[in-house]
Every structure is written in structure tokens, then in C-alpha cells.
């Protein structure tokens, strides 16, 4: 059995899209179509469901995917074994929401050029919908977003989450501490509607009784610091965004009566069963995470 054509099927199977198989193992749809064509010869079954337009396995292929990760992963071991590493450099395509790369991504990446010298980095900055979609479409390995992704094909691993806190100008706030009421008067700006902190901040709003509060929104935590620094109203930052950023705007954090919900960090990757490469990239992520926080 030829595992090249096992690893086309695979790819294509997991990511539930040919051109998107042919794109990470950089040949051609017609290339993975017919080497998924010759593995059906070979095993004398099908394994697509070619009837209409829409991906789908039959119930061999459904079978089959299981037997194809053990085959490939067992490969890999053997290759391992004999001392066959991978030849030339690795890509390695990652994916990180904002307030991760102004706490410890830039250092994290720093590290693993050093424990992984054969790795060439690709690295997005995106929001955590931009970037659940993306690895959806399999055109990420790594994700560092705020909710896990949920897919066939991707494990998650929960990291430490960050401290939020409220953010206003230094020439505006002045108080050496606030009630949430007397934060609310100037308006508030969080991260786009539908993230964790937007929800957050709505829920602990309401519960608190303020029923229409007005909350500008931006993807952006660039944004938000130059919005609050030219006194639209106060932040809720998480607080290496706030020690990195904020002060050299004149911002400053504001002691309130009330905390806001951590912001959680979810790392999730794609299982590839050809390498073993990824597991040392998780445990090196999950490392600079909590030696971030201690």
C-alpha cells in the first residue's frame, strides 16, 4: 500500500475538502484526487461518496479514516526509530487572537526558533471567529483564541486565562477608585460583539441592573487604547495589553468595585499523524503560557 496515497486520503478526509488537502500537502486537486482514486483501487471500495457536490465519506471511509491515522502514525514512529527526521524546513502555521501577542507570544516564538531551528514560522493575528475559520478550513495548525475549537481532527488544551480590568485616561479618571455605576457615565469599549469579553461585560452590566448601557466595540486593542486616550469613555483590557500599551498612551487602570470575568486562552491544534512535531510545539506553548503567570 503505497502511504502517500493513505496520507492524501487522510488530509482530505480530516480538513473534509480536497483543495484543501492539496494545499497543505502542496500538490494539486487533481494530484490528491487520483491518489485517492488509486487507494480505492487498491483496497476495491469506495471511500468518497461522490454523488452530489458536498464532502462526504461512505461508511468503508468513515472506517477507514481510523485505520489510515494508525498506518500513517505508525510510519511515523518507525521513521523516528530508524532516525529519519524530516528533511529541509517545517512549516508551522499559527494563529493567535491580539491580547495573546502583547502578553507572551512574541517571546514564546522566540523560544521555539531556539528549540525547533528547522521551523519556518507563519504567524496570523486575527479574532477568535476569523480564526476558528480558518483552522476549520485547515489553513491553520495552531489557534491561541478565546474558546476552543470544535472540530474533527482538533484537540484543545485550556491555558491560563488573563486578568481584565477597566482602562481611562489619567487626566480624566482620576479617582483613586470607582463603582461600576460611575464607570457606566462615560461609556464603555470592549472587543467585538459576540466575544467573550463583549458578553462578559454585558452580563456583569445587567446583573448589576444597568439594562441599555452604551458599549462601543473594536477588534482592535490598538484601537481601543487611542479611542480611550482621545476620552471616549473606558476599556476593558486585559492586563498585559494594559501594562504594554495603555500607559505610554497616558492610560491608566482604574480600581473598581467589581472584577471582570478572566479572559480564557484556549490552545488548540490539529492532530497530524505523520509527525510528532506538534506535540513538542503544544508543550512548549502550554510552558511559556504558565511561566507568563507566575
Known amino acids: 500500500m503505497n502511504l502517500d ?62 485505520d489510515a491515522e494508525r498506518l500513517l502514525g505508525l510510519w511515523r514512529d518507525i521513521k523516528t526509530g530508524m532516525g529519519s527526521g524530516p528533511r529541509g524546513p517545517v512549516s508551522l502555521r499559527i494563529g493567535a487572537i491580539e491580547s495573546v501577542l502583547h502578553a507572551w507570544l512574541i517571546s514564546w516564538l522566540e523560544r521555539l526558533r531556539v528549540e525547533q531551528p528547522g521551523l519556518e514560522l507563519q504567524l496570523i493575528i486575527e479574532t477568535t471567529a476569523g480564526l476558528h475559520d480558518l483552522m476549520r478550513r485547515g489553513a491553520l495548525d495552531l489557534v491561541l483564541a478565546a474558546l476552543p475549537v470544535h472540530e474533527d481532527g482538533v484537540r484543545t488544551r485550556e491555558l491560563p486565562s488573563m486578568p481584565m480590568g477597566f482602562v481611562g485616561k489619567r487626566g480624566l479618571h482620576t479617582r483613586r477608585r470607582y463603582t461600576l455605576a460611575q464607570l457606566t457615565q462615560g461609556g464603555f469599549l470592549t472587543f467585538q460583539r459576540g466575544s467573550q469579553p463583549y458578553v462578559a461585560l454585558l452580563d456583569l452590566l445587567r446583573g448589576a441592573g444597568f439594562e441599555a448601557p452604551r458599549v462601543h466595540t473594536s477588534s482592535s ?74
Open 5 to 66: 496515497f493513505v496520507e492524501a486520503f487522510y488530509w482530505a478526509a480530516a480538513l473534509k475538502n480536497v483543495t484543501r488537502a492539496a494545499e497543505k500537502l502542496f500538490l494539486t486537486q487533481s494530484a490528491v484526487s487520483a491518489r485517492i482514486a488509486r487507494l480505492e483501487e487498491e483496497l476495491n471500495t469506495s471511500l468518497l461518496d461522490r454523488r452530489d457536490k458536498h464532502f462526504r465519506l461512505t461508511t468503508a471511509g468513515a472506517r477507514f479514516f481510523t
Open 221 to 294: 486593542i490598538s484601537a481601543m487604547v487611542s479611542l480611550v486616550a482621545s476620552g471616549l469613555g473606558v476599556a476593558t483590557l486585559p492586563h498585559p495589553a494594559i501594562h504594554r500599551l495603555a500607559r505610554a498612551e497616558g492610560l491608566r487602570l482604574l480600581p473598581c468595585d467589581v472584577e471582570l470575568v478572566p479572559l480564557p486562552i484556549h490552545l488548540s491544534w490539529r492532530v497530524d499523524p505523520t509527525s510528532h512535531g506538534m506535540d513538542a510545539v503544544v508543550e512548549s506553548a502550554a510552558v511559556a503560557a504558565h511561566r507568563n503567570w507566575r
